[in-house]
């Protein structure tokens, strides 16, 4: 599967923005995917992930409570809502995905378990 990563833009904090992660190839409702972001001169950061068992989401720490991962209604696309968001949230975020159907914490939030991932999409929040 290939992913496109797209929505990324300016805006000042507290407010909001909805990353898309679009699939062409196959639908992504066999796939695991999750959202990661780098920020300049930091390692990847882990920010949501949504399992291809419905009902399964997991957050960063850093996001949680502000930030929504949902799927699109034909599993063509996976959504990243970002409210209330702070200068801190500045980095170049990335989806990515995984058909092997773990469920685990730990593996969700290791980028080393993808093997599919879209080319990234800068937000940048000023204060």
């Known amino acids: 599967v290939q992913l496109q990563a797209s929505g990324g833009g300016l805006v000042q904090a507290g407010g909001s923005l909805r990353l898309s992660c679009a699939a062409s190839?196959?639908?992504?409702?066999?796939?695991?995917v999750a959202w990661f972001r780098q920020a300049p001169g930091e390692e990847r950061e882990f920010v949501a992930f949504?399992?291809?068992?419905?009902?399964?989401?997991y957050y960063g720490d850093s996001v949680e409570g502000r930030f929504t991962i949902s799927r699109g209604n034909a599993n063509r696309a996976v959504y990243l809502q970002m409210n209330n968001l702070r200068p801190e949230d500045t980095a170049v975020y990335y989806c990515?995905?995984?058909?092997?159907?773990?469920?685990?914490?730990?593996?969700?939030?290791?980028?080393?378990?993808?093997?599919?991932w879209g080319q990234g999409t800068l937000v940048t929040v000023s204060s």
């Open positions: 949504i399992a291809w068992r419905r009902g399964v989401t």
């Open positions: 190839g196959r639908t992504l409702n066999n796939y695991n």
């Open positions: 990515a995905a995984d058909s092997t159907r773990f469920i685990e914490p730990v593996l969700a939030k290791d980028y080393d378990a993808y093997d599919h």
